[in-house]
């Protein structure tokens, strides 16, 4: 049975939970920080974990077994993240069968988007640069995921556009995000690949 380890409990992060489970495509882990709650239709249903996520004993436990793992982290710091994730990686000698990392427009200088809860927008796109230089290095199949601005509406067909051509400026629905999301997770495509999703 695949066992998958999500990262990070943010809407897109608890509705890809959502749709693993309801797909029961395997069991679900759900990795984040104690500041972080997760809605009771995904809490009592996936293995729960807490704890620091840039601390590399954290994620001793959630990779356990070698999951299929996706990072639902948004805003700052997911590089101080993905280095203990890595290290836990490295030092445990596990390999991922997929990793899919959620990212951002605007990494590639594709496009010109505001981050909102941003303030130092060349930090944050600098940290999600070396995140994913992270994934790439580590060699496992991946796909990062970077979608133009999220916005909460229902969802729709997404475009998807391969790197390296011009993304438009606008928004895409988080359902939209996370349905993306949970077909790589479960069905490949896209591998070693990033994507933006509009």
């Given at each position: 049975m695949t066992t998958f380890l999500i990262i990070g409990a943010t809407a897109v992060g608890q509705s890809v939970?959502?749709?693993?489970?309801?797909?029961d495509a395997g069991a679900v882990r759900l990795l984040h920080t104690p500041q972080e709650h997760l809605v009771a239709s995904v809490a009592?249903?996936?293995?729960?974990?807490t704890g620091d996520l840039r601390q590399e004993a954290t994620y001793q436990a959630?990779?356990?077994?070698?999951?299929?793992?996706?990072?639902?982290?948004?805003?700052?710091?997911?590089?101080?993240?993905?280095?203990?994730?890595f290290d836990a990686q490295y030092h445990q000698r596990l390999t991922y069968p997929r990793f899919v990392m959620l990212s951002t427009a605007g990494v590639d200088?594709?496009?010109?988007?505001?981050?909102?809860?941003?303030?130092?927008?060349?930090?944050?796109?600098?940290?999600?640069?070396?995140?994913?230089?992270?994934v790439d290095e580590a060699e496992f199949p991946y796909t990062i995921l970077r979608p133009v601005a999220m916005v909460d509406r229902p969802e729709e067909d997404a475009q998807i556009i391969p790197e390296g051509h011009p993304v438009p400026t606008g928004?895409?629905?988080?359902?939209t995000?996370?349905?993306?999301?949970?077909?790589?997770l479960?069905?490949?495509?896209?591998d070693y690949q990033s994507i933006a999703i509009c």
């Open positions: 939970a959502e749709r693993l489970l309801a797909a009592n249903r996936v293995t729960e974990y959630p990779l356990q077994d070698q999951p299929v793992v996706f990072s639902a982290l948004t805003g700052m710091d997911v590089d101080l993240a993905f280095e203990a994730l200088h594709e496009v010109d988007l505001t981050y909102p809860g941003i303030s130092a927008t060349d930090e944050y796109l600098n940290q999600q640069r070396y995140a994913a230089k992270l928004q895409v629905a988080r359902e995000v996370a349905a993306v999301a949970t077909d790589v479960i069905n490949g495509g896209y």
